[in-house]
Structure formats: C-alpha cells, structure tokens
C-alpha cells in the first residue's frame, strides 16, 4: 500500500496520523492534569474540615447584608499550598472589591482550565454542587460535617465537578443541584464528558451518557440510595 502512495502520499499519511496520534495523547495528558487538579482540591476540602472540628467550608461566605463574599476556592487556599495568597484577601468584603479584585489574576494553577478558553479571564470550570442534599448547602444552610454527613459515603459522594460554564475562580458561583429540576450543566473541558472529585479524594471520569439515576445519587450525600458507580462510566 505504502509503494502505491509515493514519496509525497506516504510523508501526508505519515503526517497525519503523528497529527491525530499526538492530539489523542495529549488530551490524555489534560484529562490526567484535570483529575490531578480535582484530587487536590478536594484533599484541601478535607484538609480543611480537619482543621476546624469537621466542618466543611461553606459554598460561599455571606456578609451582615447578607450578600455573597467569597468563594470556598479562596477559603482553602491555605490547604492547597496558597497561604501567602490568602493572607492577601480581605474576607469581610466582596469578591470583587477594591482589594480583592486585584488577586483575582493571581489565580493558582490548579484553578485553570486545561483544555479551551473561558470567556472570562481567570475564570474556572471547578465548581461544587449546592443545594437539593448535595455536599455543599445551599444560603442559611450552615455546613455539612465531614464525614458525619455522607452517610451514602465518602465514596459514593461527588464533591467537585467541572462545570459546562467557567466562572471567576473568587467569585461564589457554583452549580445549583434541584432533585425536581433537570441536572446541571457538566462538562465544559472534554467532549465526552467530565471528571468529578468525590469526598474520599478519589477523581473519575463520567461519560456524557452515565445513568442519570446513579448521577443524582452520586450528586447527594445522605440520600440513601444504592450507588452502582460503574454506571457512570
């Protein structure tokens, strides 16, 4: 076959598939970046929860108005390596104050999207679940215990996704979790799905098709359903 195609046929064909050899390779590359990320993350969650008596960071931080603060992303900056940048931030104001508005391109690496090109800038597709007995209450809910409250399991839990929309990484925006509505928008860095970080540390990767039944156990932590996680492959 090779001699068919000639000098010029067989350098395309050589060519081409180096191209899509290469682009398989490295969307492995940033799948395995993506669920390093995410396991970090959610190792600073827990590392967090240590540090204070087992209480979870809440979603976001409210003020007296009762207006959004902060996000949980700035609270474990501290367990994830970021103390400096912490120490940065005024807590009692917003996210997008004076001061604060200027760390928000000081963005850690392991916010970053690893494939494609957010519409904000240093905006990020990390996000947690919040509200409908997800891990994360929704505002006025207080915090979960950890692990007191999985009791579907730390394992069987998601605690972060990457969301379909990126948002500011300091900025309180998370997916809203509603049992009686249509499930959150995965996805926005793989085409065929998205990973998730479940409260055990552990990252896997869901396929666009899993059982919705078996997402919406995974997404809550007391609900207690049977969880058949391989269903979400």
């Given at each position: ?97 004076a001061n604060n508005k200027k760390l ?130």
């Amino acid at each position: 076959m090779l001699r068919s195609l000639g000098v010029v046929g067989i350098l395309l064909t050589l060519a081409a598939f180096a191209v899509a050899t290469n682009g398989r390779a490295n969307e492995g590359d940033d799948k395995n970046k993506s669920a390093e990320n995410l396991k970090k993350l959610a190792l600073g969650i827990i590392s967090y929860a240590d540090a204070n008596g087992g209480k979870m960071p809440p979603a976001a931080t409210y003020g007296k108005d009762r207006k959004p603060l902060h996000s949980w992303r700035v609270l474990i900056l501290p367990y994830i390596d970021e103390d400096k940048l912490f120490k940065q931030f005024k807590l009692d104001e917003p996210w997008d104050s004076a001061n604060n508005k200027k760390l928000i391109e000081k963005m850690p690496k392991v916010f970053e999207p690893i494939a494609g090109k957010p519409k904000e800038k240093h905006a990020t597709h990390y996000q947690v679940l919040v509200g409908g007995g997800a891990a994360f209450f929704g505002p006025g809910g207080g915090v979960a215990n950890y692990p007191a409250s999985f009791t579907d399991g730390t394992s069987n839990t998601m605690l972060i996704v990457e969301a379909a929309e990126a948002a500011p990484w300091t900025k309180p925006a998370d997916l809203t979790y509603d049992a009686k509505k249509p499930l959150p928008k995965f996805g926005g860095l793989f085409k065929e799905g998205f990973h998730a970080a479940f409260a055990d540390g552990h990252v896997r990767f869901i396929g666009k098709d899993a059982d919705k039944d078996t997402l919406r156990a995974a997404i809550t932590a007391s609900g207690g359903e049977v969880i058949d996680l391989d269903k979400l492959k």
